[in-house]
């Protein structure tokens, strides 16, 4: 069965307030000038400080803003999404989603079935089984993460997703303002209701392109040198213009 993909979302996105090189206002701005997103989410690691931020931010950029954050579980990390108080970190991975839940949220596997980093199913930390990450009740699992440098793995996040009967979702991972929107998840609908209705009917798909070589260069930039006048200016050099994906 289709569904017409009229919105666009961007949920997994980094500032200042964790471990990104752009403020939140400087983020909306892009955002509302060089893209055509509908719905964003600020997830940054461990907080939830710029997500609350950029909703308040958001009316003066005709953006609609999920209040998120992605939480460092003991199994992996876990986007929240639409939740209004912080969750603790170093929490087992049902623990993490039980408190998502409690506050009517979702909760997303970031970056799911990358094998080396952070993720319910990848080998760091112990692999979980379909049965193990089925206990969790997760809402979705980011099928695509357009920061992944390990070969394509999006396949096997789809079976994942089919098998768990959750929602698959796209996220750019983004660290610097070049990579927003890299990664989108697509749905029925533009507001962010729409978005959580499309995730609870598991009618959304992800979509998006992989960083290319020069998004990398500036991922790196900002990792070493984002303090520095050199970081700075490759911040704002090395980042390309957004890349439309056509819904």
Known sequence: MTFPYTGKADIHIH?????GSA???????????????DVIAITDHDTLDGSLRARDLANR???DVITGMEISSVQGHILAL???????AGLLADETVALIHEQNGLAV???????????????????LSLNGVRRIQLDALEVFN????????????????RRLKVAATGGSD???LGT?????????????????????ERTTQASGARYALKHYAGHFWHRRLSQTRLGIWATQQLAPVYVRTDR
Not at 24 to 35: D, G, M, S, Y
Not at 180 to 188: A, D, E, N
């Open 109 to 127: 596997a970031a970056h799911a079935v990358e094998p080396f980093s952070d993720s319910v199913l990848s080998i760091r930390p112990p692999l």
């Open 174 to 176: 983004a660290h610097y």
């Open 180 to 200: 927003i929107g890299r990664g989108v998840t697509l749905f029925p609908g533009r507001t962010a209701e729409d978005f959580r209705h499309a995730v609870l």
């Open 146 to 161: 357009a920061g992944l440098a390990t070969p394509p793995v999006e396949w096997l996040g789809h079976l994942a997703a």
């Open 61 to 63: 950029y005709r953006i």
């Open 82 to 88: 639409f939740i209004e108080r912080p969750i603790p």
């Open 15 to 19: 500032s200042r307030y964790s471990d």
């Open 23 to 37: 403020d939140i206002r400087t983020i909306l701005e892009h955002v509302a000038k060089n893209t055509d997103l």
